[in-house]
């Protein structure tokens, strides 16, 4: 008997490659991918009630948000209308349904806001910060879901992951979009200057695709009412992500910083300990940082 797995925001980045990864059978042999359809706004709860009643899931991973951070800066009503009250029409329909398999939370790392550089790397006993609207709408969406499975006796798991990147991300994040410079470069169609921002900051990069296992991961073996962080526990600086591109890539250019991309309240190093993820469920990362990097440049390429 085939087991269907609900997916919101499955038309994002993560989401695409978590729909490939259930149909390699990343989720075991007999699960259906059931994609949120885009003309259904979780913040209209008619409309997700008569949806996850024609679904009958069996496994629901909540991937859906409103994740950029300026927008959420811009607009943090709508953000927690979406992040929050969106996560709550959802739940609901769940309970109407009588809903009984695993409901996996997306949130982010990024909802530890600030850390402190002597209490790298940031683990579970971290104490969350939130510094944006994003984030805080993302702890609060957590805390939610987590009382929902504790007073209606469901299985609730929390993931946590920190940047993802891989091939089809969007250029309005770093990695990508410097990968855009660099095969613009390489193909002459810009000079050879790369305009940056603080690229000595540091990051905890984990493949999208690495990512996507980890929440298989989790909900096949991870215990509810649990937290898991997803992170590959290694610390790079931006500037070395973009030299190891340009030797990839086989170029070479200025790398110039533009005032303009300073963002000065940003965290300037971080990196996660998802050692208890690993001892819980098996997880680790296994896809090397130059294929990754080799994956962004030939999805750039190509797109």
């Not at 579970?124 to 993302?138: D, E, H, M, Q």
């Not at 929902?148 to 979009?177: E, K």
Request: glycine share 8%; charged share 20%.
């Amino acid at each position: 008997m085939s087991s269907r797995l609900l997916v919101t925001g499955a038309s994002g980045f993560v989401g695409r490659h978590l729909l490939a990864a259930v149909d390699a059978g990343m989720f075991g042999e007999n699960v259906q991918a059931v994609a949120w359809p885009g003309g259904r706004d979780l913040r209209d709860a008619s409309a997700v009630a008569e949806f996850v009643a024609e679904v009958g899931a069996t496994d629901v991973i909540h991937l859906a948000a409103q994740s950029f951070v300026p927008r959420a800066i811009a607009q943090p009503r709508e953000t927690y209308e979406i992040n929050v009250i969106g996560t709550l029409n959802l739940l609901e329909a769940l309970t109407i349904t009588e809903f009984r398999g695993r409901f996996l939370y997306i949130s982010s790392g990024d909802i530890y806001g600030r850390v402190d550089l002597d209490d790298l790397p940031v683990n579970l006993a971290t104490v969350p910060r939130p510094g944006n609207p994003y984030a805080s709408s993302k702890l609060a969406a957590e805390e939610l879901c987590l009382q929902w499975g504790r007073r209606t006796h469901r299985d609730v798991l929390i993931a946590r992951p920190f940047n993802h990147i891989g091939p089809g991300q969007s250029s309005d994040f770093v990695v990508s979009s410097l990968a855009h410079q660099v095969v613009a470069i390489k193909e002459g169609r810009q000079p050879p200057v790369i305009d940056v921002g603080d690229i000595e900051a540091t990051r905890d990069f984990t493949d999208v695709r690495d990512v996507v296992a980890a929440y298989a991961a989790i909900l096949a073996k991870g215990t509810a009412q649990t937290r898991y962080l997803v992170a590959s526990g290694v610390e790079r600086t931006v500037a070395k992500v973009l030299q190891q591109m340009l030797t990839l890539a086989g170029t070479t250019a200025e790398v110039r910083v533009d005032p303009a991309r300073l963002r000065p309240s940003d965290q300037r190093r971080m990196v996660a300990d998802a050692s208890q993820t690993t001892q819980q469920t098996g997880w680790r990362p296994t896809i090397s940082f130059d294929q990754t990097l080799n994956d962004i440049l030939t999805s750039v390429r190509t797109s």
